[in-house]
Every structure is written in C-alpha cells, then in structure tokens.
DNA sequence: AGCAATTAAATTGCATACAATCTAATTTTA
DNA sequence: TAAAATTAGATTGTATGCAATTTAATTGCT
C-alpha cells in the first residue's frame, strides 16, 4: 500500500521538477513576448541576437551555426531556418568560410548592431516587473545552471 | 561606462534567468524522451497522461480540454491535435459532454489506464540517473512553483 | 421567445525543436 | 594520393506552442 502511494506520488504533477521547468519556462517566454514584439523578434531568434551581440566583444574562434548551436544547445535543424529569418530581417548576414567551405560565418549587419540599443531595456524591464526580488532571480539561475550542467 | 557594463551584463545570454529555464527544461525533456519512447509518447502526451492519470484518483469537476488545459497551461491550439493522436493510440476517448455539447469529456480507455504501470517506473528511473540529490530537485521545484506562481 | 454576448473547441498560420537523412567539403589513412 | 571516414550545414518529417480566427452551442438580456 505503502508502495503504491509513493508510485502515485512520483506521478503527480505538481511533484514533477520536469513540468515547473516546462511550465516556467514557457510562461516567461511569453512574459517576453510583447517586449520583443516591438523589436520584431521571436524569444529563440532574440537568444541567438543575444550570442551574435556578445560575440562582438568577445569573439568567439568561429562565428559558426556550430559555434551558435553549442552556445543555445540548439542544432541546425533549428538553426538554419531561424537564422535565414534573421537573415531575411536584414540584422545578419551568412557567408561561408574561405578555410572551410562548409561552414557558415555569421555576422551582424549595422541594423543588427542597432538593435541591441532597443534590445537593451528588455531584460532590466521585465526584471522590474516580475516583482521577484533580482537575488532570488539570480540564485535561481545558478541551482538552474547547476542543474543543467549535470543533465548535459 | 558603468552604465554600459550593467547593460552588457544584463544582455550577457548566461545571466539571463529565461534562457536558464529554457535550456534546462529542453534537456530534461531530451532526458525523458528515451523512456518515453518506449511507452509510445512524446513529453507533451506524457504530461497529459499525468493529468489523466491524476483525475482517475480526483477527478475534476468537468474532465474538458479546458480543465486539461488549466492544469497544463495549454491552450486548444496544442491540446486538440495532441488528444488527437492519443486517441489514434487508442489510450483517450473524446466524447461530447451531454450537458453542454461543445465540451468534450476525456477518458482514459482500458489501454490508457494500463500503461499507468509501465510510466510509473519512468521518473524514478530518471532521479536515480540524473544523480541530483532528490532534496535539491524537490527544492528547485518548489522555487520554480513560485516563480510560476508570480509570473502567471 | 428572440437576439446579442459569451464560451468551448477546432482550425489556421507561423515559428520552433529535434531526430534522421542528405550533401558537400575536409581529413584521415591505407 | 585516392578512397574512407568525418564534419558542417541543410533538408525532411513529425509534433509541438501559441496568436488569431472560426464554428457551434449556451447564456443573458430585453
């Protein structure tokens, strides 16, 4: 009986890390949403800005969809078709290698580049709203960051 | 400029708690998919199993799509294909609710309650091989219950 | 009763995710 | 060096997510 309890247990729900995660997740996607809307951003498409813009400062040894996709744990099959839409946007350009030909140089064009002015106040803005206090955002980044290095 | 660095830092992809969340709950998911393949479900359908499973023990005022979705923060865009194909599984039945007939009630079938057994191995098996202490994933998951609970 | 407003699902359209496969270029190795 | 193995992206196919719209049924209101 005892058993069968804590089966049923595991199977809740709410007892589910695997679901908070989902859940969370996907609910501060869409807090994101309408902040990004006026950037003319999806959430994936502004992660992969967010990469493109610290690569700026800090760049990385190729500006590959590799590179990209082992920033955002993301794989081409993502990727391609999210970046040609960036491309199409006019904020990044995608040339190949001249060392290796199959590999794709990403980079920011100038209206790429300007974007990361508007993009700035997003993060800071939503910080405010949430109403969670910024320590308790960032504790929980590190247990998350902890978490996935274990996973992956 | 230290104005600049705080922007810099605010933009920085790993101090951003959202993209913790969402790389974290992509892994997870990749961690289940092998077991639940064997079960014959994607993660989606797994959750509302879950769900399914739960309401045999309490069950809800009206098993619909929207107490389904309620419960899983989904709207009938995603359920309705998905219960779909459940169906085709032959693990739900969708019938019309006799009171009001644009509701459908949802039920397991004799299948859909069986595989109850096999799925219940699934999360153990996971927590034993993730190797996070079950205390520091039981935390998260409250933090994460929180944060969800602020956000939503 | 009769019609407007509301509601539950379904549908449509677009953008991910991701496994699996394919293609082309580069490396390795016999 | 020439074929085999590897690698970087692209492509294909399936299944979500979700906003926006549509359809059908029910409620509210006069």
Chains 1, 2 share one sequence.
């Not at 007892?15 to 969370?24: R, T």
């Not at 902040?35 to 493109?52: A, I, N, R, S």
């Not at 794989?75 to 040609?84: I, Q, R």
Request: charged share 25%; net charge neutral.
């Amino acid at each position: 009986m005892k058993q069968v309890d804590e089966q049923e247990a595991l199977l809740q729900l709410d007892n589910q890390l695997c679901f908070m995660l989902y859940a969370c997740s996907r609910a501060v996607t869409k807090a994101y949403r309408p902040k990004l809307e006026t950037l003319g951003l999806t959430y994936p498409q502004y992660l992969v800005m967010l990469v493109l813009w610290e690569w700026q400062r800090q760049p990385p040894e190729q500006a590959s969809v590799k590179a990209l996709g082992e920033r955002l744990l993301l794989d081409s099959g993502t990727l391609t078709p999210l970046l040609k839409r960036l491309e199409q946007l006019g904020l990044v350009e995608r040339r190949r290698a001249v060392h290796d030909e199959r590999e794709r140089v990403l980079a920011l064009t100038e209206a790429g580049m300007q974007l990361k002015q508007q993009a700035a106040s997003v993060p800071q803005t939503l910080l405010c709203e949430s109403g969670v206090p910024a320590e308790e955002i960032s504790r929980l980044r590190q247990e998350l960051a902890q978490l996935l290095a274990r996973v992956c």
